[in-house]
């Protein structure tokens, strides 16, 4: 990983597409602005780590969809 | 309820995130009166997620898909695209969730899926319990 120190008000350039710029610093708090294509998602970590965990814990064996085809069945919207 | 769909492939290309190594599922619907249907993969016998539409959960539910992702899917046309949300089972069952912060979009015109993880300006869950809640208002309980 390439580690930078900026000031405030700094610039990175990534690929020549990629801009992030500390817009802010204010205690422990940092306000990173970030230009980038439409295409690039961008998101804070923890909302990415927040929808893998959820997916792994999502995850159904299919030795125990049988029992589930059954539950599922019965169940409607209403239950 | 997803019955005309039952036994097809749609291809999900790495895009599921903690799983980026599976790309094929099935689709294998629970029953024609059910909103469930569950997503097989087909490169790991032991991985499936149970789905739903969203909207036959919570009515308010809405996110717009951006120009990226429309050409990623090729979709051309609204009427072409699933929408399902992966469900986290509990015991009782009536304490399951749907993940809402990170819907599935599947065309199934050319069977392409992704899961896309909505910016945060929508102020979903990934843990939005599927029964008594409030995103269904006008509801008899």
Redesign the interface.
Known sequence: MLVLTRKKGQSIVINGEIEIVIASVEGDQVKIGISAPESYKIYRKEIIEMVQQSNQEAVVQSKSLHNLGNILKTRDIKS | MFNNLHGQTFHFNGS????EALNEFVLES??E????A?L?SQED??????VASPF??FKDFAFEL???DKEELGLTEQHDALILG????QDP??QSTM?L??PLVINISNSKGK?I?L??KYEYS??TP??HHGLDKG??E
């Open positions: 599921v995130l903690a799983f629970v029953g009166d059910s909103p469930f569950v097989q016998a032991n991985i499936g997620f149970v036959t959960f951006d120009e990226h992966f469900i986290t089972l069952f009536q993940n912060v990170a899961q993880v910016p945060p990934t843990k599927l029964f509801g008899t």
